[in-house]
């Protein structure tokens, strides 16, 4: 099966529209319908369903999707590493979920690049289920999560402890006087032992998957959220944000994954020594 080929039917799967995808694969709209057609045909089942005039995926069609984007973030990758062995460097795919990349990775990354010479990194954003599935597949060298998966093929190490401070743009004095408070997603753990602790108490206005959007949000509109600690410690220290007292603190542990059997498994257990155990 060729690689033009996939990458043509993701594009339309996208655009449903074949003169669309045309435009965007600077083809012919004949052209974009033969590879479909020539895909079609190779797998031996019906992709689009063309009966309206814009185009549906049918079952099959949506089950390919899942596998095709697997496959072309795959050859992207073989890609990549093939075409840096002649500078003799060595490259490592990084994904994390969002929240976790304002966290801890950004200063990471910057010790990673001062300290491990001619190393070439790629980052990525995924769902903790779509970093469990892209280190199995070896779409990625090493995945950054809250909630590591239990499995002989992948090594987990806990890299840090986070803790999470709530937060306020005017001084409080108890939980019943906020009325803008923003929910950051930190993961099941933390959303069950939030909602152990302070029931109906703490409602919401607003739900953020990025801590530090939910600062800046909060700093220009006013209100009160969990925020990492070492992310607000300026903004605290200049009375930009004032901590709630009587208020717990929740503790994030941060885990990276990465296959038992990866052939780059010296490089990624390097560069995971960059990480300081806690953050205070």
């Not at 995924?126 to 995945?143: C, P, Q």
């Not at 998966?149 to 005017?170: A, N």
């Not at 997603?185 to 032992?193: M, P, R, V």
């Not at 959007?213 to 509109?221: K, V």
Request: charged share 20%.
């Amino acid at each position: 099966m060729k690689i033009e080929l996939l990458k043509t039917f993701i594009d339309v799967s996208h655009t449903l529209h074949i003169r669309m995808s045309a435009q965007n694969l600077h083809l012919t709209q004949a052209a974009v319908s033969s590879r479909i057609k020539q895909l079609e045909d190779e797998l031996g089942v019906l992709l689009f369903d063309r009966s309206n005039k814009r185009l549906k995926l049918t079952a099959e069609g949506d089950k390919l999707v899942k596998h095709a984007n697997d496959m072309m973030a795959m050859w992207h990758k073989l890609k990549q590493e093939v075409g840096v062995t002649d500078s003799d460097g060595s490259q490592l795919f990084l994904g994390a979920m969002m929240s976790i990349w304002d966290m801890v990775l950004h200063d990471w990354l910057q010790k990673l690049h001062r300290n491990i010479d001619d190393v070439h990194l790629y980052t990525h954003t995924y769902s903790s289920v779509e970093l469990r599935k892209r280190v199995l597949n070896r779409i990625l060298d090493i995945g950054f999560l809250f909630e590591p998966p239990y499995t002989d093929e992948i090594i987990s190490k806990k890299l840090c402890t986070v803790p999470l401070v709530l937060v306020s743009t005017d001084p409080i004095k108890q939980v019943t006087d906020i009325d803008n408070f923003v929910m950051v997603d930190y993961g099941d753990t933390i959303n069950s032992a939030f909602l152990h602790h302070f029931g109906k108490d703490l409602s919401p206005i607003h739900h953020m998957s990025q801590p530090n959007t939910a600062m800046s949000f909060i700093l220009e509109a006013g209100g009160t959220a969990y925020l990492p600690r070492q992310m607000c410690f300026t903004q605290l220290r200049k009375q930009q944000l004032y901590l709630v007292p009587n208020t717990p603190t929740f503790q994030r542990d941060i885990h990276a994954i990465y296959l038992a059997n990866s052939h780059k498994r010296e490089l990624i257990e390097d560069s995971l020594m960059l990480f300081p155990y806690s953050i205070r």
